[in-house]
Nanobody, 127 residues
Framework: QVQLVESGGGVVQTGGSLRLSCAAS????????MGWFRQAPGKDREFVVG????????YYEDSVKGRFTISRDNAKNTVYLQMNSLKPEDTAVYYC????????????????????WGQGTQVTVSS
């Protein structure tokens, strides 16, 4: 099992940028597919983006395509989420999550696929 800790959340104006980090500990995430989810007030948690453990493949939810970029540095056991052109509707608690897989190109898009979760970091976009 891996422990995940998110950081980098905060308050930003519409159109601004934030970079979230997800630091993993306890074991390497070299064979972990990773993803970011978010939960807005009063709503269910939703998938945002996933990345394969190879880092070569990523899949974005439609509303963040072209604005968010996921990346990973396996040497640092860390995953990042660069968020640009932020909108008020991006306001949510953002969660990092991961699961072990033998398929290097696999990207998880369903919450139930993910085994390990961080505690979340708040992102607030003011209008």
């Amino acid at each position: 099992q891996v422990q995940l800790v998110e950081s980098g959340g905060g308050v930003v104006q519409t159109g601004g940028s934030l970079r979230l980090s997800c630091a993993a500990s306890g074991r390497t995430i070299n064979d972990y597919a990773m993803g970011w989810f978010r939960q807005a007030p009063g709503k269910d948690r939703e998938f945002v983006v996933g990345i394969s453990w190879s880092g070569e493949n990523a899949y974005y939810e439609d509303s963040v395509k072209g604005r968010f970029t996921i990346s990973r540095d396996n040497a640092k056991n860390t995953v990042y989420l660069q968020m640009n052109s932020l909108k008020p509707e991006d306001t949510a608690v953002y969660y990092c999550a991961g699961f072990e897989t033998r398929v290097g190109t696999w990207i998880g898009t369903v919450e139930s696929e993910y085994e390990d979760w961080g505690q979340g970091t708040q992102v607030t976009v003011s209008s």
